[in-house]
T-cell receptor, first 110, second 113 residues
Framework: SQELEQSPQSLIVQEGKNLTINCTSSKTLYGLYWYKQKYGEGLIFLMMLQKGGEEKSHEKITAKLDEKKQQSSLHITASQPSHAGIYLCGADMGTDKLIFGTGTRLQVFP | NAGVTQTPKFRVLKTGQSMTLLCAQDMNHEYMYWYRQDPGMGLRLIHYSVGEGTTAKGEVPDGYNVSRLKKQNFLLGLESAAPSQTSVYFC????????????FGNGTRLTVT
């Protein structure tokens, strides 16, 4: 969706390296959701952020929502091959719709 | 507890044929959504429903119709399939607007030749 820009489109990192994926909108995000998708499979819910400045962590993955609620980042510390997949951000834009960004394809090599 | 179930898992259609994709959820969710996923395009919203008997257009509704006759089911129809509708289709549901994540089905891979 053009309302939700995700970057980078693709990322190749060496195992053990840190990385960041960004999700940006020109509009206020009323709820921001991060999902992971293994190639050819369904979507796994990672985290949800709602408040400006909110930050959540799960294992080695940290997600933040900026104070203006227009940008979110997903940070992976010490990446592992199990982190490989497609990461998608989705957002409530203040309507009943929930739209998604274009996704980031992450590859982690040994 | 099955969650969100999509049928069929795979389908091949010829141009001009019609078909219906079925999504069923057993979580008593009010909101249901149909998305399509194409390479490099992420998920794009086709249609959605905020309750039984209601439907609304998403980002890419053309060529599709939907119905929500029962709360637990959300049907996606293709009246005259086109090669541009070759995609992976995902259904999702959630309980209330805002503040609750989507629960996804495993997807339907549709090829139109």
């Amino acid at each position: 969706s053009q309302e939700l820009e995700q970057s980078p489109q693709s990322l190749i990192v060496q195992e053990g390296k840190n990385l960041t994926i960004n999700c940006t909108s020109s509009k206020t995000l009323y709820g921001l959701y991060w999902y992971k998708q293994k190639y050819g499979e369904g979507l796994i819910f990672l985290m949800m952020l709602q408040k400006g400045g909110e930050e959540k962590s799960h294992e080695k993955i940290t997600a933040k929502l900026d104070e203006k609620k227009q940008q979110s980042s997903l940070h992976i510390t010490a990446s592992q091959p199990s982190h490989a997949g497609i990461y998608l951000c989705g957002a409530d834009m203040g309507t009943d719709k929930l739209i998604f960004g274009t996704g980031t394809r992450l590859q982690v090599f040994p | 507890n099955a969650g969100v179930t999509q049928t069929p898992k795979f389908r091949v259609l010829k141009t001009g044929q019609s078909m219906t994709l079925l999504c069923a959820q057993d979580m008593n969710h009010e909101y249901m959504y149909w998305y399509r996923q194409d390479p490099g395009m992420g998920l794009r919203l086709i249609h959605y429903s905020v309750g039984e008997g209601t439907t609304a257009k998403g980002e890419v509704p053309d060529g599709y119709n939907v119905s929500r006759l029962k709360k637990q089911n959300f049907l996606l129809g293709l009246e005259s399939a086109a090669p541009s509708q070759t995609s992976v289709y995902f259904c999702a549901s959630r309980t209330v607007q805002g503040g609750s994540p989507l629960h996804f089905g495993n997807g339907t891979r549709l090829t139109v030749t």
